[in-house]
């Protein structure tokens, strides 16, 4: 079993940056590839970033990619989402996962564990 708490949520204006961390814990949380998914109200939950188990290989959505960067510490066992010029539409839960497999990780169904979300409002 894994567990996963993010943090660092919060307000910020648009143009604004926020830094979002996911700390895993239990089983082999090091080992395993993280994502970064978010859900606006009334939408569905969509994919925003994520890394294979070693940091070595990211991935981004078209939409967050060159102000989105994904990073994690293996030694601390947390995985961090630093957000940069904050637009309204990034607006939304964000969510941390956990996926037990190397492949498909933009795709929300490969992941087995999940936070329970942080909240990011960017005001225009």
Known sequence: QV?????GGG???AG????????????????LPMGWFRQ????EREFVAATNWSGGRT??????????TLSRDN????VYLQMTSLRPEDTAVYYCAAATGNYGLTYRAQYQYW???TQVTVSS
Do not use: H, I, M, W
């Not at 567990?3 to 943090?7: F, T, Y």
């Not at 606006?40 to 939408?43: D, E, K, L, Q, Y």
């Not at 030694?75 to 947390?78: D, F, G, I, L, R």
């Open 16 to 31: 604004g940056s926020l830094r979002l961390s996911c700390a895993a814990s239990g089983r082999t949380a090091s080992t």
């Open 11 to 13: 307000l910020v204006q």
């Open 59 to 68: 991935y981004y959505a078209d939409s967050v990619k060159g102000r989105f």
């Open 75 to 78: 030694a601390k066992n947390t």
């Open 40 to 43: 606006a109200p009334g939408t």
């Open 115 to 117: 936070g329970q979300g």
């Open 3 to 7: 567990q996963l708490v993010e943090s």
